[in-house]
């Protein structure tokens, strides 16, 4: 743990990332349930978004209506205004008090949309990354992985319309999952999960990774 992690908080803070409708939503009240079930306090909150302002910014960042596409670096940069603002305003502060934090998303995002997707050179949203959150990391991420064809079969099977990033196309998510697996190569922060089997099966091996990474923090 870093040294700013160990004087400053002493909550954890758990992200759950992947593509669209790998089921990160569905499964992040499971973890904050597990969670709960031992006597935790938990905050259970998502990126882009969070808190009110953070939200407003979510909304800028999803809406398909919009005429003209946002430039990268406009993305990018809202990503991060909200994360900035999510962090003062919710996460560091819960940490601080010494809840744990269960958030759906946070910036492995950034580098598998707005790098992987995008194309936004790794080297611009480390720079961000550093200006936002210091040496704050997750201690835990859980990647929850999925073919890209099923991930699209159980958006649609939702019937919601669909937002600004689940209309891209299938290269689009081929390049975020991608990025998704290569940055969980290089750090053992990450625990893959296969996503593809039915939620029982998944929530099983969830809850596996949580027991055994919770036992090695105590
Ligand atoms: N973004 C975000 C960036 O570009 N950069 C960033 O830095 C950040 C933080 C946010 C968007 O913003 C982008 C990425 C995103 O496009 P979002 O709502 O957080 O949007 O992300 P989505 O992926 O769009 O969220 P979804 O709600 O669509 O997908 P989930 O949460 O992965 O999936 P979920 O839980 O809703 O499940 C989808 C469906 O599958 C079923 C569920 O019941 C549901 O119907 N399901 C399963 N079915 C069978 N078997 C299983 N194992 C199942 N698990 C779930």
């Given at each position: 743990?870093s040294?700013e992690?160990?004087?400053q ?77 999510h ?8 940490l601080?008090?010494?809840a744990?934090?269960?958030?759906d ?54 019937g ?50 949580l ?8």
């Amino acid at each position: 743990m870093s040294a700013e992690t160990q004087t400053q908080r002493c909550g954890r803070f758990i992200t759950l990332e992947g593509g669209e409708g790998v089921g990160k939503t569905t499964n992040v009240g499971f973890v904050c349930d597990w969670l709960s079930a031992r006597g935790l306090e938990v905050v259970r909150t998502r990126e882009p978004g969070g808190t009110p302002g953070a939200e407003a910014i979510r909304e800028l960042l999803l809406d398909p209506s919009r005429d003209a596409p946002w430039c990268d670096d406009a993305e990018l940069l809202l990503v991060f205004a909200a994360r900035a603002q999510h962090l003062a305003e919710q996460i560091r502060p819960a940490l601080a008090r010494g809840a744990w934090v269960v958030c759906d998303r946070f910036t492995d995002a950034t580098f598998a949309y707005q790098g992987g997707g995008r194309g936004v050179a790794r080297e611009r949203i480390e720079t961000l990354e550093q200006l936002v959150q210091q040496s704050l990391q997750p201690d835990l991420t859980l990647l929850l992985d999925v073919p890209v064809a099923l991930a699209a079969e159980r958006v649609s099977g939702r019937g919601a319309p669909l937002d600004r990033f689940e209309q891209e196309q299938s290269t689009f998510f081929e390049s975020v999952r991608q990025a998704y697996l290569e940055r969980a190569a290089r750090s053992e922060r990450f625990a893959v999960i296969d996503a593809r089997p039915d939620l029982e099966t998944v929530q099983q091996a969830i809850g596996d990774c949580l027991r055994e990474r919770v036992a090695a923090w105590s």
